[in-house]
Nanobody, 123 residues
Framework: QVQVVESGGGLVQAGGSLRLSCKISGSIFNLNDMAWYCQAPGKQREMVAGITSGGSTDYADSVKGRFTLSRDNAKNTLYLQMNSLKPEDTGVYYC?????????????????WGQGTQVTVSS
């Protein structure tokens, strides 16, 4: 069974840093696009940063220059380095991964979500 396991959240003061990790475990045929989303209190979930299988990245305007997204395909792991954190970065961060799994002779595409990790930035 394919699972998404996130780690790295916590409480940090404004200006501090955190590094989130997201590991995809299980039998995977192919790992495609991956992304981090944030759901702030009372708001909808929004994409923070995304990365293609080839390594092309895209960032929300609010985090450009402060967050860096990377992936280690050998480890099926996604990382989000968050620097110069602001109180408005507070929220639950969710990892999303589009994967392909092989079942018999058929390739199935799965859109996977992690359980979320809390990031709290105090002023």
């Amino acid at each position: 069974q394919v699972q998404v396991v996130e780690s790295g959240g916590g409480l940090v003061q404004a200006g501090g840093s955190l590094r989130l990790s997201c590991k995809i475990s299980g039998s995977i045929f192919n790992l495609n696009d991956m992304a981090w989303y944030c759901q702030a209190p009372g708001k909808q979930r929004e994409m923070v940063a995304g990365i293609t299988s080839g390594g092309s990245t895209d960032y929300a305007d609010s985090v450009k220059g402060r967050f860096t997204l990377s992936r280690d395909n050998a480890k099926n792991t996604l990382y989000l380095q968050m620097n110069s954190l602001k109180p408005e970065d507070t929220g639950v961060y969710y990892c999303n991964a589009v994967t392909q799994v092989l079942q018999g002779d058929i390739i199935h595409e799965l859109d996977l979500w992690g359980q979320g990790t809390q990031v709290t930035v105090s002023s």
